[in-house]
């Protein structure tokens, strides 16, 4: 069956990386998401990359995938007090969400100034 | 564009009674998703509708369901409401237009608290 794993908790420095990690158990996932929930707030979109890459770059956002170790990574360069936040790993058979996402329990990213 | 708008933002209800959550997705998607998100059990799918068919529904139980109208928008029923009904239940909709981006656009969730 599909499982999405993520470490609970995260703390950086204001200003260092933050390198969030996720295994999946679903070798047939054609697409990984990093999404970010702010207090209060739905799920925000951060990125997503297809399972034929290996790597994406977004502005401060990088994303590492190891597809033999079904190893997903999200690196925050120059992390902020404003990314504190809850980051889910989520993967899906198929774009769109046809078929449902499934979602690690999340990683709380807590910033100490 | 207006983002996923779903109401009511906030309710309490009694078990045994009933609920109906609402979601506008975003205008010209087509697919809408439902999530509840506990704290224990983390995000899990509920179902998912397009041009008002559920394609795909997660391992709920019959309580839960939920139907999508012609202009996309979409409702979730809970009956027979339990205390682990408790959640926030979010919906998320999608393009679904052939562009293959893989994203889902997820309104702020309803907050159902069952006492």
């Known amino acids: 069956g599909e499982d999405v794993e993520q470490s609970l908790f995260l703390s950086v420095r204001e200003g260092d990386s933050s390198v969030i990690n996720c295994t999946y158990t679903d070798s047939s996932s054609t697409y990984l998401y990093w999404y970010k929930q702010e207090p209060g707030a739905g799920l925000q979109l951060l990125t997503y990359i297809f399972s034929n890459m290996d790597m994406k770059q977004d502005q401060r956002l990088t994303v590492l995938l190891n597809k033999k170790d079904k190893h997903l990574s999200l690196r925050i360069a120059d992390t902020q007090t404003g990314d504190s936040a809850i980051y889910f790993c989520a993967e899906s058979l198929s774009g769109g969400g046809a078929d449902g996402l499934t979602f690690g329990k999340g990683t709380h990213l807590i910033i100490q100034p | 564009k207006a983002g996923v708008t779903q109401t009511p933002r906030y309710l309490i209800k009694t078990r045994g009674q009933q609920v109906t959550l609402s979601c506008s997705p975003i205008s010209g998607h087509r697919s809408v998703s439902w999530y509840q998100q506990t704290p224990g059990q983390g995000l899990q799918f509920l179902f998912e509708?397009?041009?008002?068919?559920?394609?795909n529904k997660g391992n709920f139980p019959g309580r839960f369901s939920g139907r999508q109208f012609s202009n996309s928008r979409s409702e979730m029923n809970v009956s027979t409401l339990e205390l682990g009904d408790s959640a926030l239940y979010l919906c998320?909709?999608?393009?679904?237009?052939?562009?293959?981006?893989?994203?889902?656009?997820f309104g702020e969730g309803s907050r159902l608290t069952v006492l």
């Open positions: 509708y397009f041009s008002e068919t559920q394609r």
């Open positions: 998320a909709s999608s393009p679904m237009d052939g562009s293959n981006t893989g994203e889902l656009f």
